[in-house]
Nanobody, 124 residues
Framework: QVQLVESGGELVQAGGSLRLSCAAS????????MGWFRQAPGKEREFVAA????????DYVDSVKGRFTISRDNAKNTVYLQMNSLKLEDTAVYYC?????????????????WGQGTPVTVSS
């Protein structure tokens, strides 16, 4: 069982930066693929980024490549999403998720555990 709690979302101006954190409980955190997803108002939840168990493999949706960085600190049971050069279209509720399948995946059903989400609002 893994419990996830996100933090760090807030109102920020376009072009600014934020770092989201996801604190996980559970002894098996180190073995899970961790992902970040987001859901904008009126839209479906979408994949943003994922990182494998030791952090040496990552995947990003094209719209955030070069601007967002996912990382993890297994000693702290925490995964991060550094978001730079934020755009209006990045506005969404951001969710952290954990997948027990060892291969990085973008597929929502592969993620068994989800946090409650943290809202990010980018203003002009």
């Amino acid at each position: 069982q893994v419990q996830l709690v996100e933090s760090g979302g807030e109102l920020v101006q376009a072009g600014g930066s934020l770092r989201l954190s996801c604190a996980a409980s559970g002894r098996l955190f180190n073995w899970y693929v961790m992902g970040w997803f987001r859901q904008a108002p009126g839209k479906e939840r979408e994949f943003v980024a994922a990182v494998n168990w030791n952090g040496d493999s990552t995947d990003y949706v094209d719209s955030v490549k070069g601007r967002f960085t996912i990382s993890r600190d297994n000693a702290k049971n925490t995964v991060y999403l550094q978001m730079n050069s934020l755009k209006l279209e990045d506005t969404a509720v951001y969710y952290c998720a954990a997948s027990p399948i060892p291969t990085i995946t973008r597929l929502i059903p592969r993620y068994n555990y989800w946090g409650q989400g943290t809202p990010v609002t980018v203003s002009s």
